[in-house]
Structures are given as C-alpha cells and as structure tokens.
C-alpha cells in the first residue's frame, strides 16, 4: 500500500529523464509546482525545446549518465526505454530521492496521480500504477460533478475557520493577561 501525499517542491531540483509526449506533461506540472528542472535526453518535443530556449527548465542534450541525480531532489523516469528508466530509478533509489517511472511503474517508488484543481480543491486520483488512462476517465468524470460551487463553499468555509481561530486565539490571550493579573 502506498502513502498518498502532498508534497511541496517550489525550488527543488528536479531532474527527468526523457524528452517525449509523456515527459512533456509531468515537465509542465513539475514547473507549475514551482520545481527546478532539468531535462536530460538526447532528442526532445518540440514544446520541451520551446521551454528550455524561454529558460523554463534546463535541457542536457545526452544520454543519462551515472551520477546525473548527485544535485536531485526528486526524478522522473520517463524514456521509452525500460533499460534506462530501470537505471534511472536505481540510482534515485540508492541516493534515498522519491522517482516516478513511466515504465515498468514499480521500478519507482512514488506514482502521479491524475489531478483535478477546482480552486482551493486538489483531488488526486491514483490506480496505483494499473491504468493511468482508468484514472484519466475517473478525473474526467468527477470534473463534471465538482461545479465551481464547491469552491465557493471551501472559500466561506475558511474565512468562517479564519475568523473562529481568531476568536480563539484572542480569547486565549485574554484568558492569560487575566491570570497575570
């Protein structure tokens, strides 16, 4: 059983091996998560070239290489070869950095999950690696049922969570100058 988990990497380095379709979309949601990226493969998409000429991700035009993870805090393996991808995730393993991988999935140690934001709402659905494309539709359907009311309500929710800490807190603070006294 795996542990599902939010994680924050705004500013960690993050490096992906491979430059496809598949690699494309993690890249743009390791950026959209504020992460450091580096790309390494010899051939890339023609968006992943856009982003590294706009200065978005750093692109090493090479194979990998033993020791390409040593400044990583997180990998993604993601080539269409398994030979490589199970290297990938060996020395990520061996260097103690959370890695997901494309393919074989179990190689890695953590799996993406399909994300559905609807304002301050985060849904991640996972199958643990047996169909992304089941996770997919299952994303796909909860769209349509988590309407923009639902983040309304989250957003009343807070501001009324918002204001009864204060409350508290001030309360607690009076409490305790009354002790003092």
Known sequence: MRYPLFLNIQTWPVVVVGAGAVASRKIRSLL???ARVTVISPQATPSIRRMAAAGKLRWRKRRFI???????????????????NRRVCAE???????????????????????????????????TGGASPAFAKRLRRDLEAFLDDGYSDLLNQMSAT???????LHSSIRSHSKGRRS
């Open 92 to 126: 990520a393993i061996m260097r103690g950095l959370p890695v997901n991988c494309v393919a074989p999935p179990d190689a890695g140690n953590f799996f993406a999950p399909s994300v559905l934001r609807r304002g301050g709402i985060t849904l991640a659905i996972s």
């Open 32 to 34: 959209a998560a504020g």
């Open 161 to 167: 969570r918002k204001n009864k800490m204060n409350q």
């Open 66 to 84: 033993r020791g390409d993870l040593r400044h990583a805090r997180l990998a993604v393996a993601a080539t269409d070869d398994l030979d490589v």
